[in-house]
């Protein structure tokens, strides 16, 4: 893999996978996500990943209206580079996924580079009373639910994205994912260099045990090579050594209330920004430096801040 020269931090800031009974500090508000947002770019995050929410319920909003009451906001009060999900909420369309993306047409998208099982109903057992009528349903119904990721839905969004300039965050679930994406590599449809964001401890991906880390850069420098960069996140309390492990290996690192609610052992985080804090600590002790958004950029290779369209 290329040796990131500094460490992309990556902020991943409200997700879909929480819900606003698990903590008060997940932002909802278009208002809450831009502060948020803000705040984690100013405590070292160099890229932004975004979803929305309906901010009277909590819940997953991929409409492009959603998006349009943030972004702006966010663009005009920091540098970072602006990432939206086409992962969506859970049980989406995939027209309702891209939308936004297609919308905002942005410097970064993610884009999933597979199917699974994807159960969160295990989320939400230490809650024990739900403030929205949706929340227990929507984690419930994961334990008979596939996250689609077909080829022909990821060929679609990588081909309407790119031809925007669009780059990508690859988020890989599994060793298999890595393979998927050597088959759009080897079409010639993406082009180096590849942020692969790999992920470990969703149930019905590949497990939170360091070793599979290992596995997973390795498969990627047999197909790859040093066309890539790589990062890492981690879901719930596997998030922080995860992450420090990535930085270690010469990759890069995402953190985020999308991926886990915690600072600590039993405490929850206050913010976005706390949890970028912390890790920009742990890097900076390791006297590993940060990367800047336009040194991300640089890295990366997008097409600049300006070239989108809000």
């Known amino acids: 893999m290329k040796k990131s020269p500094k460490v992309i931090i990556t902020c991943a800031v409200t997700g879909s996978i929480h819900t606003p009974s698990m903590s008060a500090h997940l932002?909802?508000?278009?208002?809450e996500i831009a502060d948020q947002a803000v705040a984690a770019a100013e405590a070292g995050a160099a890229m932004l990943h975004l979803h929305a929410r309906d901010p009277e319920t909590g819940k997953p909003d991929q409409s492009p209206e959603r998006f349009a009451a943030f972004l702006p906001d966010i663009k005009a009060r920091t540098d970072a580079i602006i990432n939206i999900t086409t992962g969506g909420g859970l049980g989406m369309t995939?027209?309702?996924?891209?939308?936004?993306?297609?919308?905002?047409?942005?410097?970064?998208a993610s884009m999933n580079m597979g199917s699974l099982n994807f159960n969160i109903s295990g989320a939400g057992e230490r809650i024990r009373e739900f403030r929205h009528d949706w929340e227990k349903p929507y984690l419930d119904m994961t334990r008979d639910f596939i996250l689609s990721n077909t080829f022909a839905q990821i060929e679609r969004g990588i081909g309407e994205l790119s031809a925007m300039g669009t780059r990508f965050e690859f988020e890989c679930y599994d060793v298999g994912h890595l393979y998927n994406l050597a088959h759009f590599v080897d079409r010639g449809l993406v082009k180096p260099p590849f942020f692969l964001?790999?992920?470990f401890g969703i149930l019905g991906g590949i497990g939170a045990d360091h070793d599979n880390l290992l596995h997973m850069r390795l498969i990627a420098d047999r197909l790859f090579g040093d066309d890539y960069y790589l990062s890492v996140l981690a879901a719930?309390?596997?998030?922080?050594?995860?992450?420090?492990?990535?930085?270690?290996l010469g990759g890069n690192v995402r953190v985020g209330l999308e991926d886990s609610l915690y600072a600590g052992k039993g405490r929850l985080a206050v913010s976005n920004a706390e949890q970028v804090a912390k890790i920009r600590r742990i890097?900076?002790?390791l006297s590993l430096e940060v990367a800047s958004p336009q040194e991300a950029r640089d890295m990366i290779q997008t097409k600049g801040r300006d070239n989108v369209a809000f």
Do not use: D, N
């Not at 932002?27 to 208002?31: D, E, G």
């Not at 993306?101 to 410097?107: D, G, S, V």
């Open 283 to 285: 890097l900076e002790e």
């Open 94 to 108: 995939l027209e309702q996924r891209l939308a936004p993306a297609k919308w905002a047409q942005p410097e970064v």
């Open 236 to 248: 719930g309390r596997h998030q922080m050594s995860f992450v420090t492990m990535s930085a270690l």
């Open 197 to 199: 964001q790999c992920i």
């Open 27 to 31: 932002p909802v508000t278009a208002r």
